[in-house]
Nanobody, 127 residues
Framework: QLQLVESGGGLVQPGGSLRLSCLASGVSLDYYAVAWFRQAPGKEREAVLC????????TYADAVKGRFTISKDNANNMVYLQMNSLKPEDTAVYYC????????????????????WGQGTQVTVSS
């Protein structure tokens, strides 16, 4: 059974950077689509970025374009979210999610598509 564990969250000043990690265990991520979602207080969980197993990446949150990138390390069964130029509005709990995919370009941006979730890691951007 696939288990996902996020790490790397914390408190950072505006303009700073963080790299979130998602470690998968139990199953190889080789044929999984993996996404990062976030949920701010009082708001719905939203997709941020997704990477399909064929290499395609999709940015779902317009607010992070040019600042966040997603990468996958198949050798270590890890997925990363590099976050640069952080803003207070990026404050949220960030979740890693994965789903087995038949096609390499499958990269959905809605929560119901994902069957595996991590517990989340808090990111707070504040001075």
């Amino acid at each position: 059974q696939l288990q996902l564990v996020e790490s790397g969250g914390g408190l950072v000043q505006p303009g700073g950077s963080l790299r979130l990690s998602c470690l998968a265990s139990g199953v190889s991520l080789d044929y999984y689509a993996v996404a990062w979602f976030r949920q701010a207080p009082g708001k719905e969980r939203e997709a941020v970025l997704c990477t399909g197993w064929g290499g395609k990446t999709v940015t779902y949150a317009d607010a992070v374009k040019g600042r966040f990138t997603i990468s996958k390390d198949n050798a270590n069964n890890m997925v990363y979210l590099q976050m640069n130029s952080l803003k207070p509005e990026d404050t949220a709990v960030y979740y890693c999610a994965a789903v087995a995919a038949r096609f390499g370009d499958y990269c959905p941006g809605f929560t119901a598509a994902y069957s595996n979730w991590g517990q989340g890691t808090q990111v707070t951007v504040s001075s």
